[in-house]
């Protein structure tokens, strides 16, 4: 089985402060990891994904990823936050091994308010 | 290019109506999904088509709904006899396939089904 926690439902910073977003997995295998984000009545973006390789991952509106296998997790991370980056994150995670099919596992979310 | 494309945006409908949500996905694509995101709350998958094979209908939450892919592209939801519950946005996603699992899902706006 693969899983998903974001712990956080919601996540405050300051324009121009640093913000994470964390996510964290289990998967029985090698994970593939994806973020993506939702902007008020839109559906969901993506912004970037770990599939192998280096575990910093680059991705769309300056965001960044680091994958760590030891504390399986997967933080969402932006050097200096806009308030345009007010939006919810979505975290999701595909077993490498998982025979099934293409299946995505999403978090439940965590809500980024960015004040000015 | 077009995105995936969904119809109605907005569904107002009575309880014990049937309803049925239309999606485009993007050209080309082979893989369909549809997901259930509940006010505030995450996404919950509810079916799966890839290509011409037998559909995961492991999702779905009751015998009220179902779904069907005709000729490998266009996706219509069936839900049945809607009750209270069913009230929330359904969004459908398609992806290429190939790559076991690594592309990306791409979604559409959703639409909104409240069930007075």
């Known amino acids: 089985a693969q899983s998903v926690a974001q712990p956080e439902d919601q996540v405050n910073v300051a324009e121009g402060n640093p913000l994470t977003v964390k996510c964290t997995y289990s998967?029985?295998?090698?994970?593939?990891l994806f973020w993506y984000v939702q902007y008020p009545n839109r559906g969901l973006q993506f912004l970037l994904k770990?599939?192998?390789?280096?575990?910093l991952v680059k991705g769309s509106y300056g965001f960044e990823a680091e994958f760590n296998k030891s504390q399986t997790s997967f933080h969402l991370k932006k050097p200096s936050a806009l308030v345009s980056d007010s939006a919810l994150y979505f975290c999701a995670v595909r077993d490498a091994n998982n025979n099934a099919g293409n299946m995505l596992t999403f978090g439940g979310g965590t809500r980024l308010m960015v004040k000015p | 290019g077009a995105g995936v494309s969904q119809s109605p945006s907005n569904k107002v409908t009575e309880k014990g109506k049937d309803v049925e949500l239309r999606c485009d996905p993007i050209?080309?694509?082979?893989?369909l999904y549809w997901y259930r995101q509940s006010l505030g709350q995450g996404l919950e998958f509810l079916i799966y088509f890839q290509g011409n094979s037998a559909p995961d209908k492991s999702g779905l939450p009751s015998d009220r709904f179902s779904a069907e892919r005709t000729g490998g592209s266009v996706s219509t939801l069936t839900i049945q006899r809607t009750q209270q519950e069913d009230s929330a946005v359904y969004l459908c996603?398609?992806?290429?396939?190939?790559?076991?699992?690594?592309?990306?899902?791409?979604f559409g706006p959703g639409t909104r089904l409240t069930v007075l």
């Open positions: 998967v029985s295998g090698n994970p593939y």
């Open positions: 770990y599939i192998t390789g280096d575990n």
């Open positions: 050209s080309g694509h082979t893989a």
């Open positions: 996603a398609s992806s290429p396939w190939g790559g076991h699992g690594r592309n990306e899902q791409f």
